[in-house]
Structure formats: structure tokens, C-alpha cells
């Protein structure tokens, strides 16, 4: 339940509202805006009886909800979020299309520093690369965990790139933060309820990527977590979903891109080194997630792929990138022009 | 197997191979090429001992094949196919964009008159209308049936406008065939494998759609099955496949596009209308379409999509078309000089 | 919508209700039955409106169905559907068990007859074998076709073994029919509407396999297909879906088992064989089958499975299918006494 | 890679081959055993070359291993692993078939007594219930959390049945672990890989159930990381999967089971409730476990399930659960026997 005050409602209203919430056995939480102030009721099983909110002054109106999100929806919040991912950064709403790219895995600070310096050259701002690497199997690279965070910090306060980790547990989250501009909660966390409350708690941004078996219901769900713990600053991000099809490590969903569009005010970008697991589709996929409406992409690149200790495969090397990375511009300024 | 011949190997040669062939209990299929010819195996059951071929003049080369199709790759017939489509229209290769619209189901003369109309002076040179309608209840509209046929035959008389629409039984192959401009073998049929054999034994153009859980390999195996028979004229069209995602109909697979022009010669187009199931993603996913390299789109409209007897809610209005078939128009004039 | 007479409605009230149903351009369709009679209304787009049968003498009751289903509901036909396979020879209801064994494709006439004689020293009352094959490759063994059929017809008759085999196509129905006990619609034909409504006009029991990807909703509706024609003689057969897990062939939904007993009233057997792709799975899962409902199993033996044609990694030989069978039964009385 | 030790290797033979690995970058992990010891090979890349490990003395058999997985396979350790759950319960092996049954959620202190109370009367030796609870929506009840362990080591200090209940992070591993006998990992952390590494450095039994979409070997690799940190006390526990069926709320996917129990040593059990979100199913499909070769099962069962916080629709009441315990029970013994 969501009760919207008018915009002349005074402090004591919105409190007699917050105490009768309260006296129902549930949990209101005030969600002030420039146009109006709502609150949301949380906790709640099923229908509540509004009965006795009936006779409080400055109500304009009560909304019943029974989708399990509230706080990311539209209905809510009908501008755009904008994500301030720096002093010169954003995005969400008409920010400028974002470039996110780096390799799987961080390997070296050598590697790291040489993709850096090339993304900054490409005019990429912000790179990205696992220290923590959630792997299927423990036989496998599991990251290089505190040192490569060590290494991130290093190579952003020596080129100025920004960098985007992604944080796999909750003891982690303090720490990360401190080392990254943007955390990422990766696909297989998309329902760590306890990983997205703590990052909720900060302000940084995050990337919260889709579960690879998450209904578009359940993913903004997910964010609702993180949104309601009072951190509005989410980005979606699309990397596929698991079907039956064998051709493709994922299967791209790309209407879901207009459907969070639609649904959500939070900004959304697209993956498509892990959505399709292949090289050659990356370029294709990217620039169809330009014209179904995200608003960035986050590309797999990789100083010598074929080394890769992850997700060879499906990354590109530098001169494949920038051939990849000039065709996206171009239809990202085709689109806007259109 | 794929016994490709040498550009100066005799008609003696071939049929020499083609004996021996035939002696091990197998059935040869030659395809003429203006390259080359080649000889293809047909009924093995795994690996073929290929020791008596092995002093055949004229042989270039012995391909073993284990994926389930062969005249369908690429690897066998490198160009794409151009599909003729009438006097003056094509597609494949370096033809231009091809649209097709139309309403899901044939419901009246009028309805289908005044669609193609419409088409007609917007530029669109195909009309898809299903005569024929797969229902999964019987107690659903089945369409005109033989009814809708003859409407399709006089409105393509009248106006010079093409018509595909879908067969669904081998009893009908040959009264369709002479109704129509292009055959369609719809999701629920792709796997009929006795209807794809009848439709491989005519020379008219056969939009194949992939089936609700097929995976790309078998799509081209199916159409595999054309192609065999003798018609070459396949032209494959994505529409979605199934997922537990309910907010769409089905999940666009657009990774599958790329996929099919590098592994196929076959022309490829989209059908966003099914793959999504609304109204608001056909634009999206109709662009995201052409940058991934279909051919084509093929997208429902309809006089009245509020009275439509059959997927109203994922047709556009005449208004609404227009408005799509401009955008698209633009990005393919974008794409091709990009 | 479903009209139920009262008991001592007249022929003249159940005329009148007709006529009305008529006169609102739907299809009425009597359903005569021991307790009660009802009209099936069929051919509406949506909700009806009944007002103009308000006033007809003698109607129990109108129910408005919304599912895609009327005749194989068992709200419409509570008691149990018994279909008769020969003389002696019933599934369904309190019939015994029904085991249906076989290869999956017939390849001669020794093989065939081998496999009759097995399997009547068993007990095995139903030979299964596929004379035409729906392969997803062309090149692959596509049956024996017409030549199978005769070898079915034999073999019947010198054995007195039931058999059923697959249909795959409109064109083949007469002529499969005439050779043997029961017609087999396969899983990718589950939704080839011409070739149910052709099985629908003979009385000949029908299984019907479902689909790769069919619903419960869906597959009941393809069996509504055939019953509308007049054939109630339709067995159901669950043989797995198509899912992300890649460690059997298709993945076993047991569940729909109980479901399709309660929701229906048509029998329904369970293909282990084909469910798991595994020899080794398919005693645990016939197992299985039998305590969630099953009202019997078919499954794929074959004199030599080393050397089938089709499907060899999942099938019995003559040794293990005894034991096999030997566990069924035990368990099959146990379930029954407890 | 494994390297495998003779029964006679000394000390310093086991050593030296340890050395060996390190030096090549690697690191061992000794698995001593009854039979023979053996060192697992982890931190590679594919292939080893195991030259440096040719002239070692007392090595048996080298191993390579493609699978993602190594201590969990039963080429590994061909025996049934036997997991104690207290003083005189066990499950794997020939251990008698474990019940396991409880609230999905906890509710009061007065809901978990008396379910104590009833299972104990049952026989039923393990309570389920969680304090933690992980809900697609932040607006759903999250459980009693700290309060409910306290509930839980009340209840169990009071009544002596063992206890079972998820841990949903890292930072609750510990807290947990003391109140209760079991520890859980749900669906939605099965590649939560932080608290796999958590509960693998407790000795206490760690119930693993199947992640959503997760394939048998990610599942099985999952399992891996707990063993690796030491922990060899893993149950696994499939629970459905994701479909594209929505009759059911998952798909039970009970081939799974004597799969697990061909490729691994771990004991398995099935949860019907969440395998099938239908209250009617439990009984059918708890069954069909039993015959498949699962060693135990979880029922929800609530003294009011009408009224439970989270999944009433699938949870027994005691009288159901009294005749569903007694079925399953009689099946148990009728196997045992056959």
C-alpha cells in the first residue's frame, strides 16, 4: 500500500499517517519527493483494510499494490532516475550513453594498467573487472580477490578511469566499496537478500545484474531491495537468460530492455560478452540493445583473449573493441537524431 | 558425407561416385553449383567408410559431415541465397529490406482489401493473413479456411499486392500453392515433417518459422528437409522462443540471427508481433531486428486490432504502422550506408 | 459454456436449447450422458451472454468455461474414461496396469517378430514400433515407412499382439489405421490440428504424446481436438520437456501426472524412454510413474540396442527389460493393495 | 587432477608429490582415506602436464579431470557417504530414510512447539523451519530471523528433535551453526559461493538444495566447494526447477535423483512442497521420490496452513501429514524389501 499526501499535507499529517500504520501492525517508510510525499507500507501479507486512514487529513490518494515492488516502479516515480557516477558522470534519463568495458578477471596490474590506459584513449570511463570471480567450480581462477582490489584502487588513482567491481558477500561490501566507483551484484546474487540490503546501506552505485533464471518481476524486486534500504542509485543490467538453446552460452533478452523502460525509472545497460558467449556476437547484440532503449553497454576486452584466465571466449582484444566501440557511437548518435 | 568434385571432373566421374555410393547402401543427391559440383550422402547412420571413393578421378575432396544438415550451410554453399519473390522483388544477399504485414487471421474481404490497400500505398510489398489458423483450442477462431484463400486470391489479383500465408497440412500444400505468392510453415509445424517434404517439392518461396523450443540446429535441419526435396527457396523467420518469462508472449532470440547468416545462406527474417506478444515492443525489437542483420520484418496490423478475432493486443493500427514502418525504413538506410 | 439438463428434461427442452445456441451463431454440441445430459456450446470468441436461455424449461445449470478445454475436462465428464484396446484389453479407470513395449523404430521383419514373441512370453499385451520416423535430420533413418506397416500387420496377426505406431502425417491416417490397434500422435505433431481432427473421425484409440514445450493447458486442449471430432478413445503420454538441463535428454514432469488425473478423465500412460534418453533411468522413473498414477508405461526394447537404427541409448535388451518388468508389476500390486 | 598414492606411500612420498605441485604453481589438497590417500590438484587451467610428477614413488594412478567437480564424484570415493545428524540419526548408506518436516516459515514460539510436538509423536526426527527467510519481495515477511534461532534452540533444548533452518549469509554462518543441528542452503545461494566456503569450515550437516536453473554438475560443483574447505557433511536436495509449465510452481525433476546417485557418494532428498507448490502433489511425488532413490524427504506441514505467513497453498495440516507420513512410510518398507 502506497498513501500519496497531497502537496499542502503538514509534518503532523504524514506522522498521524506513520502512527496509524504503525497501530495496523506494519512498517511505514516516508519517501519525500519534489511533487509529493508518499508512504509506503511494508510488510504487510496480502490486502490491508485502509479503514482507518479514512478520516486523516492531507491524503490525495491510496494506492493498493500487489506487485512485490513498489519503490522502483513508475508508477511511483515517473521521471528517470539519473546515477551520478562521478563529477562529470551520470546516467539515466538523457545522460549520455555509457561505455562500461574491461577483462573478466583481473590478472596483473599490467594488464590492468594497459587496459586502462587504452580505454581512456577509446574514451571509455569506466572499466570493469572481477577481483572476487563467483566460478561454478572451485577447481577454478577464483580471482584475485583483496589484490586485485588493491589493483583497481592503484590504477584509478593513477589514470583517473572510474572502475566497477563486483561484491559477492556481505563481509566484503566495506571494503570494496572503498576501493571502486560502482559495485556489481552479479547474476548469480540477483536474490543474496542479505548482500543487497547491505549494499542498500551505502550510497555508491550498483549494477545489479539479471538472475539467469529472474523474471523480469523478480529482478525489480531485487532492486527493491537496495532502493528500500535507501540507496536509489541501481542500474539494471541485461546478460541473458538460461534456455534450452545450446548455440549461445545465454539467451539474450532484449525486450525486457523496453519493458524496464517502461515498468521502471531506473536505468538499465546491457551485457553482451556473457549474454552470448561468443566474440562475434557482441558487436550485433550491443548495437541492437542501443535501439531497443539501454542506455549503456558493458563489453568484455581483454589485452590478449586467447590468455584470458576467463571468458577468453567471448572477449574482444583492443583492435576489436575499437572497431566495435566506433559502431556503437555511431548508431548511439543515429538514434538520437532519429 | 559431401563428395566435392574438381571443376573439370566429366559427367563419367560423378556418376561413377554416385554408383559407388549406391553400392554402400546409400543414397547420393547431386547439387549442381556454378563453382562446383558436389554429391551428398544421404542415409548414413554415423561415420561412413570412405575407402571405396578413394580412386575416383575427379574427387577434390571427401566431407565429413555430422551435423544434421549439409545443403543448408554455408560450408556447402558459401553465397547467400537470394530468394525472387516475384517479377521485381527479392530477398537475401544484397537485396533491399523486405517488410510484410498484414492481420494475424483473414477475417473478411473488406478487412483484407483495406489492408492492402493501405500497404500498397505506404510501400509495403507483402501481405501476410493467415487463412489457416493453428489454434491451441479448438473452440477458438480457426480461421476462414478455404474461404480466406479465395479472398487472398482476389485481393492479389486486384492489386498486384504478394500474399504468404500458412499451410498447415500436406492435404492443402498444392490449393494454398495456387492461392498464394509465398508458403509459411508456421512454429507449431516446423517439425511436421511430412508438410515440409510436400512444400520442398514445389518451386514457390517457404517462410519457415523456428519452433516454440527449437534450437538452431534443428530449425535448419527442418529446413534441411526443403531443401532435399528440390526447392531451394527457404527463407527462415524468428519468433520467439519459449521461456518461464510471462511479462512477453515469448523471448525474442535476436543472438539467433547473426548466428543463422554465418552458419546459413539462407535469407533470414523477424517476426516481433509473436516474439513479444505486444503491441508497445514491436517498433523496439523490429529495429533491434535490422542491426542484427534480418532481412526482413514481418509485423501484424489490422483495420481494428480491438476487434481482431486473433492477437489483437500484439497488432498495430494503420496510425501505429505507419509510424513503425518510417522508423525502420530509416535505420535500414542508416545500417547500409554505416 | 456448458448447458447441464436436468434429469427429466424433455427432448423437446434440449432441442430448445439448441436452437437458441444456434440462433446466437455457436454451435451446440450434446453430450449425453448416464446421469445427466449437457450442451456444449462451441465456437465463441469470449464470454457469452445466456441471458436468452433464461427462460427454457428443464436447465439444470450454465457453466461458463474459460479454459481451452470442455470434453476432456473431468468437470464435464466426472467419471473416468475406460478405452477399450482390443477385446480383452482395457486402460483406464480400474483396468489393469497397461505395459507397451517395442523398438523405436521397426527395422525388419525378423526384429519385429522377435521382439512380438518376447514380449507375449512376457505378458506385454501392446507391441509399440515406429514405421515412419520423425527425425530431425533428413539424413538420418527416416523408417521403413509403408514396407513397416506390413511388417505391423503381419506380425499382428500371426501373434495376436496389439500394436500401435505413430502417424505423422493427414495422408497416412486411413492407411496406418487399417493396419494396426492404436495410432500414436508423436510430441512435435501434438499440435498439428488437421492430423488431430483426422484421428478425431475414426473411433481407433489415439496416444497422445505431449509436446517438447507444452503446457498441461495446451496438451489437454490438442486431446480436445480429437474428442470434438467424436473419438473419446484418447490416451495421454507424458514424455518429458525441454529444459536448460542437459544430463538427460528431456527432463520427466512426474507431476503432471496426478495433475492430468484430477484436471481430466482420459487415461494416461508414461514413455520413460524417451523422457531420460538414459537406459540406466528407465526403471527408477517407470517406478515412479506407476506410484504418482500412471496408468501405464511404454518403453523402447529392442533385440540388439547396440545396433538400433534409432534411439539405441535408451533402450532395454530382452535381459533387462524382464527384470525391468518384474519390478513394475511387483510394484504395481503393491500400490494397488495399499 | 588427482594423484592417487598407493597404500604404502610413505609420509615423505606424499610430500615430495605435494612439493611438486606447488612448484608448478599449483596447490594440493591431501584427501587421506581409508583405502588410499589421494591429492587433489587445484588452481588449474585445463590441462597439467604431469612430467614433473613421473618419477615419484608411490604414486598409483594419475587422474586427469575434466568435470567440474572432484571430491564429490564417486570415482573419487566410490562408497555412500553417511552423514551423522546426531547421537543416533544418519542418513546415506543403508541409514534408514530420513523425514524431515516443519513450517516454511517460523512464525511464534507456540506454532514451533507444537509442530515439535506433533512430528515427535509422528516419529518424524527433524523439525524444519525458517528464521531466515529469503522472499522475492522486500514487502514480504522476512521472517522472525534472530528471534526464530532463539525459538528454534528452545524448542529443541525443550523437545530433544534435531532442527534444521537456512542461513541465508556469511555473517549468520556462526550464529546459526550453535542453535541449530542442520543448516540449510537455499535454491536462490546453491552459487552463493562466500557461504559455501563458510559452512564448509563447520563440521555440521549442510542440507544443499538445487539452485533454480542449475544444471546436475553446476550443482555437484557447488557441493564441491564445501567438501574443499573440509566439510564433508552435504546433503543434496532437489527442489524443481524453473519451466515454462506454470501448473506447477516448479518442475520436479526426479531423474535427477538416481543420477546424483550414480555420479556421487552424497546422500540426496526431495522436497515435494517446493517441487510442486500444490498441496495435492506432496503425497504423489514424495512417493515417487521414495522409488527413485531419494534417501529422505522435506514436507511443509503447519498446524494451520491456511493461515501461514509464506506458502500455505503447499503446506499439510497434521491430519494430512499423518496419512502422507504413513503412505511413504509403507512404500520405504515395501522397497526395502522388493
Known sequence: MLVVMHHWATDDDIERVKDTIKSLGLRPVAIPGAER?????????????????????????????????????????????????????????????????????????????????????????????????????????????????????????????????????????????????????????????DLLRDVGQLKKPVILKRGLSATLEEWLASAEYILLEGNPNVILCERGIRTFERATRNTADLSVIPLVRKTSHLPIIFDPSHATGKRDLVLPMALAAVVVGAQGVMIEVHPEPERALSDGPQSLNFREFRKVYKKIIDLVEFVKGA
Chains 1, 2, 3, 4 share one sequence.
Open 37 to 193: 510525499t508518499a508512504i509506503g507500507v511494508i510488510g504487510n501479507q496480502g490486502w490491508i483494510d485502509d479503514g482507518p486512514l479514512s478520516d486523516i487529513k492531507g491524503i490525495r490518494e491510496i494506492i493498493h499494490i500487489t506487485k512485490p515492488f513498489k519503490l522502483v516502479s513508475r508508477d511511483f516515480h515517473p521521471r528517470d532516475t539519473v546515477v551520478r557516477l562521478g563529477k562529470d558522470l551520470r546516467i539515466g534519463g538523457r545522460s549520455p550513453f555509457l561505455m562500461i568495458a574491461g577483462p573478466c578477471a583481473l590478472e596483473s596490474r599490467e594488464q590492468v594498467m594497459k587496459t586502462a590506459q587504452f580505454l581512456i584513449k577509446c574514451g571509455v570511463p569506466v572499466l570493469r573487472g572481477g577481483a572476487f570471480k563467483p566460478r561454478t567450480s572451485p577447481h577454478s581462477f577464483q580471482g584475485l580477490r583483496e589484490e586485485g582490489l588493491g589493483i583497481l584502487k592503484e590504477v584509478r588513482e593513477e589514470t583517473g578511469i572510474k572502475v566497477v567491481t563486483e561484491v559477492m558477500s556481505p563481509e566484503h561490501v566495506e571494503m570494496v566499496a572503498e576501493s571502486v566507483d560502482i559495485l556489481q551484484i552479479g547474476a548469480r546474487n540477483m536474490q543474496n537478500f
